[in-house]
Nanobody, 121 residues
Framework: QVQLVESGGGLVQAGGSLRLSCAAS????????MGWYRQAPGKQRELVAV???????NYADSVKGRFTLVRDTAKNTIYLHMNSLKPEDTAVYYC???????????????WGQGTQVTVSS
């Protein structure tokens, strides 16, 4: 089983910064994509950013230029650096990875428990 441990959420004023971390552990043969989604109250979960195994990162238009996703492949960890935060960034942020537990396993999606990010105006 793959476990994801998230950290770094909290309360920040608009214009401030936060860094989220997500570490994958457990039975892992390989990890493909690693990324973050978020879900605000009353809204659907949406993609924030995803990093491929090759190292490229894709971002939602709403966070481009403000958020940076860094992947440490050796540590199976990703970091989401969030700058110039806005009240509309308020949401529960979920880490997700696409991983294989064994060489013979299919790729499966795993999710963290979520971490709250609140941006006050």
């Amino acid at each position: 089983q793959v476990q994801l441990v998230e950290s770094g959420g909290g309360l920040v004023q608009a214009g401030g910064s936060l860094r989220l971390s997500c570490a994958a552990s457990g039975t892992i043969f390989s990890i493909a994509d690693m990324g973050w989604y978020r879900q605000a109250p009353g809204k659907q979960r949406e993609l924030v950013a995803v990093a491929t195994y090759g190292g490229s990162a894709n971002y939602a238009d709403s966070v481009k230029g403000r958020f940076t996703l860094v992947r440490d492949t050796a540590k199976n960890t990703i970091y989401l650096h969030m700058n110039s935060l806005k009240p509309e960034d308020t949401a529960v942020y979920y880490c997700t990875v696409e991983a294989q537990e064994h060489y013979y396993s299919d790729l499966e999606d795993y999710w963290g428990q979520g971490t709250q990010v609140t941006v006050s105006s």
